[in-house]
């Protein structure tokens, strides 16, 4: 049930781009994702609802496509702050209380 | 505004005692969660509330107990801690199904 996320790991130089995808077998209604520092809470970035909405903050964006239950968070002209780990969590239709996260990405951004 | 607490912020148990988590939030959120961090293992679900006086399993509420008495409050109890139980756990809550604000976390070691 847990969704699957890659890749797993992911080293970047500054200005460089990547994607990270969240893939789930189930029907989803929404899609959350978040970043983790080392040490640190997890710290929200953004929501995607069923509809293949996409959303979008500065350099970081995603996409969810219900139909495929996949989401894809993309980070442009990464910066070393982005470094991190990054997880989605996904919420199926009904089930209003549970956000069950995948495995997370580590993300590392060279100078 | 605090946001999300938790207390205690480490804790070493011997196998077999007992301990209580308590998460509190003073956004007047509905919905509060306990999640368990392992290395590799991403964020997993115990239990969860979305409401005063409400609670609901997760993915993985075997060997955990909970409460929430009060709005602000959700406490997370070991009865009867193990090694496996050996873990970083986070506290959120939220106003709906939205954004999650998470605490600082909880690294417990259980010997």
């Known amino acids: ?111 | 505004n605090a946001g999300v607490t938790q207390t205690p912020k480490f804790r070493v148990l011997k196998t077999g005692q007992s301990m209580t988590l308590l998460c509190a939030q003073d956004m007047n959120h509905e919905y509060m969660y306990w999640y368990r961090q392992d290395p590799g293992m991403g964020l997993r679900l115990i239990h969860y509330s979305v409401g005063e006086g409400t609670t609901a399993k997760g993915e993985v509420p075997d060997g955990y107990n909970v409460s929430r008495l009060k709005k602000q409050n959700f406490l997370l109890g070991l009865e009867s801690a193990a090694p496996s139980q050996t873990s970083v756990y986070f506290c959120a809550s939220s106003y709906s199904v939205g954004e999650q604000f998470f605490g600082p976390g909880t690294r417990l070691t259980v010997l």
């Not at chain 1, 520092?37 to 929501?47: S, T």
């Not at chain 1, 993309?74 to 070393?80: F, I």
């Open chain 1, 1 to 111: 049930q847990q969704p699957v996320q890659s890749p797993q790991a992911v080293i970047l130089r500054e200005g460089e781009d990547a994607v990270i995808n969240c893939s789930s077998s189930k029907a989803l209604y929404s899609v959350h994702w978040y970043r983790q520092k080392h040490g640190e809470a997890p710290v929200f970035l953004m929501i995607l609802l069923k509809g293949g909405e996409q959303k979008g903050h500065e350099k970081i964006s995603a996409s969810f496509n219900e139909k495929k239950q996949q989401s894809s968070l993309y980070l442009t002209a990464s910066q070393l702050s982005y470094s991190g780990t990054y997880f989605c969590g996904t919420r199926r239709p009904g089930n209003t209380g549970k956000l069950i996260f995948g495995q997370g990405t580590t993300l590392q951004v060279k100078p």
